[in-house]
């Protein structure tokens, strides 16, 4: 049974990866200039934190270092980089959608008459497709919309700057009761 060099990574990774509490995203052997560089990518509903990303870097490093751990990326030198999917990431699985629950995504969708794009903040997400509230445009009200999974062929997470956290918002009301 032949199995890819990235099959036997993850085989090798994902164990140590999910014991840090992370799930394994994404694993890439790619070839820069002489030297090969093994990326790894990990996340978690909570997100991961400075510490942990260098706990698990450590963790991998080690694992590969071992007898037999060096077999699954061949013989030579390699770069070993640990990282989180970042803030404009793709949504391509449940999880990720689940994840980016509060946030503007924009979205590809698929129609009989071609693709459109949608930008809009995901209010819920179930096992058939998504809630959404798309924003108003020039002084409009936003307007709720149901989008099904089947419905979209790309979506990825946008960098919002002011974006008002659920906390910011309740220290607002607080901050009005007080007022009253």
């Known amino acids: 049974m032949s199995t890819t060099q990235n099959e036997r990574l993850r085989e090798l990774l994902e ?104 930008v809009a903040r995901i209010l819920k997400v179930d096992d058939d497709g998504l809630d959404l509230e798309v924003p108003g445009v020039k002084g409009r009200k936003a307007t709720a919309r149901r989008l099904d999974f089947t419905d979209i062929a790309k979506a990825r997470v946008q960098v919002e700057f002011n974006r008002k956290n659920k906390n910011d918002e309740n220290d607002d009301n607080d901050a009005q009761e007080e007022e009253a």
Request: overall charge negative; proline content about 4%.
């Open 15 to 118: 164990p140590l990866v999910t014991s840090q509490g992370l799930e394994l995203e994404e694993i890439e052997v790619a070839s820069v200039g002489r030297k090969r560089v093994l990326r790894v990518v990990v996340d978690s509903d909570e997100g991961a934190d400075l510490d942990v990303i260098a706990d698990v870097s450590r963790a991998l490093s080690a694992k590969l270092d071992e007898p037999g751990g060096n077999a699954a990326m061949g013989e030579g030198e390699y770069e070993l980089e640990v990282g989180t999917p970042g803030a404009e990431r793709p949504l391509s699985e449940h999880r990720h959608y689940v994840r980016a629950t509060d946030r503007l995504v924009k979205f590809t969708l698929t129609s009989e008459n071609g693709d459109s794009e949608l």
